[in-house]
C-alpha cells in the first residue's frame, strides 16, 4: 500500500518565548516542542508530514494548529482537549548556552494515551519520529511512545528515535532504562553527543557508537553540534565535519538535523548522504533566532553544500 506520509511525528508541541538578550526581560514569543521543530523541519525539506498530538482549546493550541497549517504539516491527528492547557516554555541564554523553562506539567500533550494514538496515521507513514521528550513527560506519554513505536514495527514502518535527554523532565536513571528500551526498537537512533555520553557513561565517539548499536540500533548518527556528526549502519562509519558559522541560537538544531535526515532518507538517500545534508541544514538553523524560524529551505542548504 501506498504511504500517505514519508514522516510522521509524535510527541509534545509547545509556544515558545525565547529571551532576545541574555540578562534582559525581553521574550519573542516562537514555537518549538522537539518533534514538532523536527516534522517541520522534514516538510520545508520537502516531505509529506503529520503530526500527532493533544493540545488545550486555547489560543497556545490555536497558534499552533496555524503554525501547522502555514508550514503543509497535516494536523488531522491532533486532538484538543477541554480540560487541559497546551504546554509553553522560556529560552533564557547566558554563559553555558540555552536553557528552558518549562510551564508543561499536566498540559494536554502529558495527558495522551495508547487508547487515543491516531495508529492508522503511524500506519500509514514511510518513517515515525519520536523522542525521549514525550517519554519523560508522564507515564501515559511514555506508554503512548512506546505503543506507537510497536505499532510501526508491526506495519514496517521506519522508526527514528531522538534521545532529547532533558533532565528537568525526569531522572537520569530512569531516563537510562526508558531510553535504552526506545532506543532498542528503533531502526534511526539519532542522539546528540552530550545525550549520549550523560546516558553511556562514555566519551570517545566511537565507543559511543559502539554503545548505541549494542542497545539494538541499526543505524546511528551521533550529532556533535558544532563539530558535526558521526554516522554509522553498523558496518561503515563516517564522519561528516563541522560547518563553520556565526551560532546565534543553537535551540532546535538537534531537531532540524533530525528532520532534515529523515527527509532525505525518505526521498531514497542513504544514510551518509542524508546526514551531510542534515549537517549543513542544521548549521544554517543556528543562525537564527528560535527554535522553527530559522528552519531551512532546501535552496539555503543546496547553496551551503
Ligand atoms: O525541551 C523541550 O521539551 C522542547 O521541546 C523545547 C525545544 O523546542 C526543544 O527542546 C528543542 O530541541
Known amino acids: 500500500m501506498p504511504h500517505s506520509f514519508d514522516i510522521a511525528a509524535l510527541g509534545e508541541a509547545m509556544l515558545e518565548f525565547n529571551q532576545t538578550r541574555p540578562g534582559e526581560p525581553q521574550y519573542l514569543q516562537g514555537f518549538g516542542g522537539d518533534t514538532s521543530n523536527a516534522v517541520i523541519a522534514a516538510a520545508r525539506a520537502g516531505a509529506r508530514t503529520c503530526y500527532l498530538t493533544r493540545l488545550g482549546a486555547d489560543w497556545f493550541g490555536d497558534e499552533l494548529m496555524a503554525l501547522w497549517r502555514r508550514e503543509g504539516v497535516d494536523a488531522g491527528g491532533v486532538e ?17 548556552g540555552h536553557a528552558f523553562s518549562y510551564l508543561r506539567a499536566g498540559s494536554a500533550a502529558s495527558r495522551m494515551t495508547p487508547e487515543w494514538l491516531p495508529r492508522e496515521r503511524v500506519q500509514q507513514s514511510r518513517i515515525l519520529h519520536v523522542s525521549g521528550i514525550s517519554l519523560a513527560i508522564s507515564d501515559s506519554a511514555r506508554e503512548t511512545v512506546l505503543e506507537a513505536m510497536r505499532v510501526a514495527r508491526e506495519a514496517g514502518t521506519l522508526v527514528a528515535f531522538d534521545s532529547n535527554l532533558r533532565l528537568k523532565l525526569w531522572p537520569l536513571e530512569v531516563a537510562r532504562q526508558t531510553i535504552a528500551q526506545a532506543a532498542s526498537l ?8 552530550e545525550d549520549a555520553a550523560a546516558l553511556s557513561g562514555m566519551h570517545a565517539p566511537a565507543a559511543i557508537l559502539d554503545w548505541a548499536h549494542a542497545l539494538g540500533a541499526p543505524q546511528v548518527v551521533l550529532k556533535l553540534g558544532a563539530e558535526g556528526a558521526l554516522a554509522s549502519d553498523g558496518r561503515r562509519r563516517e564522519r561528516i565535519a563541522g560547518v563553520p558559522v556565526r551560532a546565534i541560537d543553537a535551540t532546535g538544531a538537534g531537531d532540524c538535523y533530525c528532520g532534515n535526515l529523515l527527509a532525505r532518507i525518505a526521498r531514497g538517500e542513504d544514510l551518509f548522504a542524508a546526514a551531510r545534508y542534515a549537517n549543513a541544514a542544521a548549521a544554517l538553523a543556528v543562525q537564527g533566532f528560535g527554535a522553527v524560524a530559522p528552519l531551512p529551505y532546501p535552496r539555503e542548504v543546496e547553496a551551503l553544500l
Open 80 to 96: 484538543r482537549d477541554r480540560q487541559a492547557h497546551t504546554g509553553i516554555y522560556f529560552v533564557t541564554h547566558g554563559e553555558g
Open 186 to 193: 528503533c531502526d534511526y537512533f539519532l542522539p546528540s553527543v
